[in-house]
Structures are given as structure tokens and as C-alpha cells.
């Protein structure tokens, strides 16, 4: 039987692709406990007493989501984020764009 995630639950995992200091030392994907999916990064970190603890946060996966209702596909995050790198519109939630020339747009 595969592991079945339930809200709440969460698994953290070390980062082997650290490479900076800025890096996470792990990551951690999880539900949150209305059922979202999240994600979220920890890092090691020493105290003034020189006591270690970890720091980090936490935030639901909006890609995930996207990913998981079939709104989200690699072609469509490409096409949304050169869209927006170019100018030519720009990404609002949902997915939905909203075009420079539209009257609710602010510039």
C-alpha cells in the first residue's frame, strides 16, 4: 500500500543541491490541514549562546495546486512566464492574465 498523505502531514527531505549559503539545508512538502499542498525550506542556524536550531518557512504550493486541477503544464508556465518577462501581459491569480491595454490595468 503507497503512503497516502493527510492534512497536516508534512516530510522533510536534506538538500543535496546545496550550493550556497542561501540555499535550504531541507525542503519540506506537506498538506496543509484544509488539504492545500505546501512547501516550505529549513536552514541550520546557530544562536548567540551557540545553541543550533533550525529557522524556516512555509506556504502553500500554488503550482501544486495548479498542477493538480490540470491548469498547470509546462508548456503553459512557460508561455505565462515569457509572456510576463516580455511585457506582453501580466499573470494574476488563477492564471488568468490581464492584457496592458485592458481598462482595469494600472499602467
Known amino acids: ?17 546545496k550550493e550556497k549559503d542561501t540555499h535550504p539545508d531541507y525542503t519540506i512538502t506537506g498538506l496543509t490541514l484544509d488539504g492545500r499542498p505546501m512547501k516550505g525550506a529549513l536552514w541550520l542556524k546557530e544562536g548567540r549562546d ?7 518557512k512555509i506556504e502553500v504550493d500554488e503550482y501544486a495546486e495548479r498542477k493538480a486541477s490540470g491548469e498547470a503544464s509546462p508548456e503553459n508556465d512557460r508561455r505565462q512566464r515569457d509572456d510576463f518577462r516580455s511585457g506582453s501581459s501580466a499573470p494574476v491569480a488563477g492564471g488568468v492574465h490581464k492584457f496592458p491595454d485592458e481598462p482595469d490595468v494600472p499602467w
Open 1 to 17: 500500500m503507497a503512503y497516502e498523505k493527510k492534512p497536516g502531514d508534512l516530510t522533510v527531505f536534506k538538500n543535496d543541491r
Open 50 to 56: 551557540g545553541k543550533k536550531f533550525m529557522a524556516g
